[in-house]
């Protein structure tokens, strides 16, 4: 992936990011995750994005007030040499960047993690992997012989499988993980809690990256250190990125592997956690396995390992199909490029619906409702008919009727040549 940064993800970049390759003189607080969050809801409220902090405009900096102090947004949107700066080291070193305004961020975050899903993630390698699931593996950083020959093994049969590896790229069991795949032929995914530039400029890491079955990611600064909050935050993106998790080792309340199991399977729970069961396990692994952790079976082929990992059935990540599940959870759907919570529908600005169409009434129009608010959320830039049915996996004809009612209540707007439909930014505005 290799792309110019989106004008949003450069303004998130400013707010959130420390900037640390172009890092010089004193710094001003970094945005929260919580503090960027409720600016995002703010600016969704007066029908503007992130991008729009980057006009100069006086008055939107002042209409932040209520949620944050307005100098200190200043002076962090003034940081453009900073980010000038990180960017092209960061390209230098095929870095690339999302954010949750871009359109290529992972959908799995989106739809798990919602608001906690990061705001941007650096990245290097195959980007696409992080659609693919597959197993996320975790474990101990000091291990014996024996557990790191057991999790290559695993990481072989994912290949053999064609399922992707997904761990937290540490030594010990992530590692061990990671390379019986690649060395098999196989794909993984890296998400790391630091040193991003370091090990993706690692030797071993080369052809992975190159043959795009390798992708290393992190929602800290690439140049970053080790930090253990850091490595206890990432580890719900593991969870997150994959279909299934399995924990080889653990300690017994305590460290990081314990704890993002026990979120998995007492408070998130994203995913089916399974604990290994052969050979020596231990205090940790059997308590996981009390609060619900599933046995490993040890799947001895490649349909077997499928099998294990397809135990809970396909989870609400899976392409959008029916309009049921569309609306279900409507803040999954690929957003368009630079475009981040966009405008909540404005209720004053419905019409009543044309005379050509039926009326709607009780399930009909909630339904629509859902329709409705999808459709200007994936509309902020414009789009055709075919590319929005695509998006959404219906059928041409369904997706004219929807366009055709929100043009005629004047909710959309239609641009031509070719035709497309985009919000009518205007009329929501002025009602």
């Not at 932040?64 to 700066?85: A, H, I, K, N, Y």
């Amino acid at each position: 992936m290799s792309k110019p940064l989106s004008l949003n993800t450069q303004a998130i970049l400013l707010l959130t990011a420390p900037l640390l390759a172009g890092r010089n003189g004193d710094m001003p607080k970094l945005l929260t995750p919580g503090e960027y969050n409720r600016l995002m809801r703010h600016l969704r409220d007066l029908h503007q994005q992130p991008s729009d902090l980057l006009s100069g405009d006086g008055a939107l900096l002042s209409a932040c007030q209520p949620v944050l102090d307005e100098s200190r947004l200043r002076r962090l949107l003034e940081r453009g040499f900073l980010l000038s700066q990180a960017v092209e080291r960061w390209q230098s070193r095929a870095l690339w960047v999302i954010s949750r305004a871009d359109a290529d961020y992972p959908r799995r975050l989106k739809v798990r993690l919602k608001e906690e899903a990061p705001a941007v993630l650096y990245g290097c390698g195959a980007a696409r992997l992080l659609e693919t699931g597959g197993l996320a593996v975790v474990g101990s950083r000091h291990v014996d012989d024996v557990l790191i020959d057991y999790t290559m093994a695993q990481g072989r049969l994912s290949a053999q499988a064609h399922q992707t590896i997904v761990s937290g790229g540490a030594k010990g069991i992530d590692q061990a993980a990671m390379r019986g795949a690649l060395e098999a032929g196989g794909q993984a995914c890296g998400v790391l809690a630091d040193s991003l530039e370091k090990i993706s400029l690692q030797r071993e890491h080369r052809n992975p990256l190159l043959e795009e079955r390798l992708v290393l990611i992190s929602p800290y600064d690439p140049n970053a250190g080790f930090n253990v909050g850091h490595a206890m935050q990432r580890n719900k993106l593991i969870y997150a990125l994959a279909d299934a998790a399995l924990v080889v080792n653990s300690d017994y309340e305590k460290g990081g592997t314990w704890a993002g199991a026990v979120e998995q399977l007492t408070k998130l729970r994203l995913v089916p956690v399974y604990a290994r069961v052969s050979g020596e396990t231990g205090k940790g692994l059997l308590a996981l396995r009390q609060k619900g952790a599933l046995p490993w079976p040890d799947p001895q082929t490649a349909d077997e390992f499928i099998a294990t990992l397809d135990v809970a059935g396909p989870l609400e990540v899976a392409p959008l199909s029916p309009p049921a599940s569309v609306f279900a959870v409507p803040p999954v759907t690929p957003l368009p490029k630079e475009s981040l919570l966009p405008a909540k529908p404005n209720r004053k600005a419905a019409k009543p619906a044309p005379p050509t169409l039926p009326p709607l009434s009780g399930a009909g129009e909630m339904l629509f409702a859902k329709v409705r608010e999808l459709l200007l959320q994936m509309l902020a830039d414009p789009r055709t008919e075919a590319e929005t049915a695509a998006d959404l996996n219906v059928s041409k004809g369904q997706v004219h009727e929807w366009l055709q009612r929100l043009v005629a209540e004047g909710a959309l707007k239609k641009v031509h040549k070719p035709i497309k439909y985009q919000v009518n930014v205007q009329r929501s505005l002025l009602e």
